[in-house]
């Protein structure tokens, strides 16, 4: 008897799992839980997937025809190290840009890039898939900018596949013939958008050389989906939706900036058929649990409208994290008040400015009787190293994908480094005690989790007006410290954009600018809105500021500097 007891507790412990990093590696998680790193550069990862003997696959962020947009990673014996990495998969064309999903369904492996998706047979035995990939579904209508359109991926089990079409658009008011997002402009009503984005369509899954026209759309109102996944208990698609943005700087007589820090919400959506969510006319406000208006439509924050009609999210997260990544766990090795629950990578703020970039951690969402409780809890937590964040670039990582491997670990990686962490449970799975989350509820208290403080957090108290201005109308994406969020916002250190012509600046920031630009080597392809409502005092303070700042050493701007272009602006149209 003791001999049998002695048996089920080593088995309960979990006996077999490879030796955890001594510091976890550098992460933090409820008691019980530890950590090793699996690899580590591997280049800027997105989501990833594990096969049934443990092989690791990654996305990255963008492909190449020579080395590849995705890595393989093999583990030969059993430390939990990956000690052959190989990367395979290149897509040879712009479009390969924003690689975001990697997924396994029927021996087969999945991956997609911003327009298209596609998937590899996977040879037993073999870690690199043969040949080339099968194109499974391309995003063939037009796109101006590549904002909102990544192509994540799942799977049903009835046959089918679902694929978000997100929105180019903020608010669908940044698009040619309309507004450009100035402040104060409306959305197209009703929004033009919606027939061919802002939603999610369902396709056969044994089928490729899909287009749009092939799937059916189940669910719409949806802006932007990077963080969705098939929950096998109750048959429903969930997603975690990236709310719209820049409430403030569009409407600064409406919206505080602390209201622009912390709304709207990153909605968690049950995927219903036939739902509206509410994009563009609505937003879900957190804080008073329901829908309201937007701004382009008329909204104030408060009024509801046509809003109350909407299809309401299961719970709603605090602004701007950016929701990467979604799973629900499936597996043994946790406690079992983990099973069936939901774990969210979140990717962490671009937008908070003036106040702390916030997110850049893992959370977890219980769920009782097929629903989430309402309530989460941080899960992992370390990954910004830096606390406050003023800016993105200042997270040393930033969480973005998530898989549960055959054994039921928990894999994470980040889009920073390329640093991929297994997280394991080694402790008494029978013993798990509430009490052992207490020391990640106190880690809602660092600034990159909390709510920010209206006065003590803002971070341009003090300041002088051009700084000011530029933190408010420009930071949002640039950042406090100019040097932008890779991929989305460019830097504003030592170009030419803001060294160079003064005209052209002036110009750009009077008139906005869209489609695809090269700065410093790097290319950018997205909207920057119109600020000719701003004065043009103002706009002198803004660009003397950046041509001053940021280790750019450039004259100043005038006020009569900018009155002639904008004369000259206003003549030509």
Not at 193 to 220: P, Y
Not at 252 to 262: H, K, L, M, N, Y
Request: hydrophobic share 35%; charged share 25%.
């Amino acid at each position: 008897m003791v001999v049998l007891f002695l048996f089920l507790y080593q088995c309960d412990s979990q006996i077999d799992l490879p030796l955890s990093d001594p510091d976890n590696g550098g992460l933090y998680f409820p008691d019980g839980f530890e950590a090793l790193v699996v690899a580590d550069s591997i280049g800027r990862a997105r989501h990833l997937a594990v096969n049934s003997n443990g092989d690791i696959y990654v996305k990255l962020s963008s492909s190449d025809s020579i080395y590849g947009g995705n890595v393989a990673l093999r583990d030969t014996d059993g430390d939990g190290k990956a000690d052959i990495i190989q990367k395979f998969g290149g897509v040879d064309s712009k479009r390969s840009l924003y690689g975001t999903s990697m997924a396994l369904h029927k021996d087969y492996i999945y991956f997609s890039t911003a327009l298209e998706l596609y998937r590899y047979k996977l040879t037993p035995g073999k870690l690199i898939p043969d040949g080339e990939p099968e194109v499974v579904l391309t995003d063939d209508h037009p796109h101006g900018v590549h904002w909102h359109i990544t192509k994540p991926v799942s799977f049903d089990n009835q046959g089918f596949m679902y694929v978000p079409f997100g929105t180019p658009s903020n608010a669908c008011q940044d698009l040619d013939g309309t507004p450009n997002g100035s402040p104060g402009g409306t959305g197209l009503d009703p929004c033009p958008e919606l027939e061919l984005h802002g939603g999610v369509w369902r396709f056969d899954a044994n089928k490729t050389g899909l287009t749009q026209k092939d799937g059916q759309r189940i669910a719409t109102g949806i802006r932007s989906v990077v963080a969705m996944d098939w929950n096998t208990v109750d048959n429903h698609l969930y997603i975690v939706m990236h709310g719209r943005d820049n409430l403030h700087s569009l409407f600064p007589d409406r919206f505080t900036p602390w209201e622009s820090a912390v709304l709207p919400s990153e909605e968690f959506l049950r995927i219903e058929e036939g739902a509206d969510y509410g994009w563009p006319y609505c937003y879900y406000d957190q804080m008073q649990e329901q829908k309201v208006l937007a701004p382009e439509y008329g909204g104030d924050g408060q009024i509801v409208g046509r809003c109350g009609e909407m299809d309401l999210p299961v719970m709603g997260f605090p602004g701007h994290w950016a929701p990467n990544d979604l799973l629900f766990y499936e597996g043994d090795q946790f406690p079992e008040r983990y099973k069936n629950g939901a774990f969210i990578a979140f990717h962490g703020s671009t937008n908070r400015a003036p106040y702390p970039q916030s997110g850049y951690f893992v959370c977890f969402v219980p769920f009782k009787n097929g629903l989430p409780t309402g309530e989460w809890e941080v899960f992992a937590d370390g990954f910004p190293v830096v606390d406050p964040i003023v800016n993105t670039r200042d997270a040393h990582y930033r969480p973005v994908g998530l898989a549960e491997g055959p054994d039921g670990s928990l894999y994470i990686t980040e889009s920073k480094k390329g640093k991929i962490w297994r997280v394991m449970f080694k402790g008494d799975k029978r013993r798990f005690d509430p009490d052992q989350l207490d020391s990640m509820e106190k880690r809602k208290s660092v600034s990159h989790i909390r709510t920010p403080d209206k006065v003590e957090d803002d971070l341009q108290r003090g300041l002088d007006s051009g700084q000011k201005a530029y933190n408010t109308f420009c930071g949002n994406c640039h950042q406090q410290d100019g040097m932008g969020a890779v991929g989305r916002f460019p830097t504003l250190a030592q170009t030419d954009w803001v060294t160079g012509d003064k005209k052209r600046l002036i110009n750009v920031i009077l008139n906005g600018l869209q489609g695809e630009i090269e700065v410093n080597g790097e290319i950018y392809n997205g909207v920057m809105p119109a600020h000719k409502f701003l004065g043009d005092a103002e706009i002198a303070g803004i660009l003397t500021y950046i041509r001053q700042s940021f280790g750019n050493k450039a004259d100043s701007i005038s006020t009569r500097e900018v009155e002639m272009v904008r004369n000259t602006s206003e003549m030509s149209n």
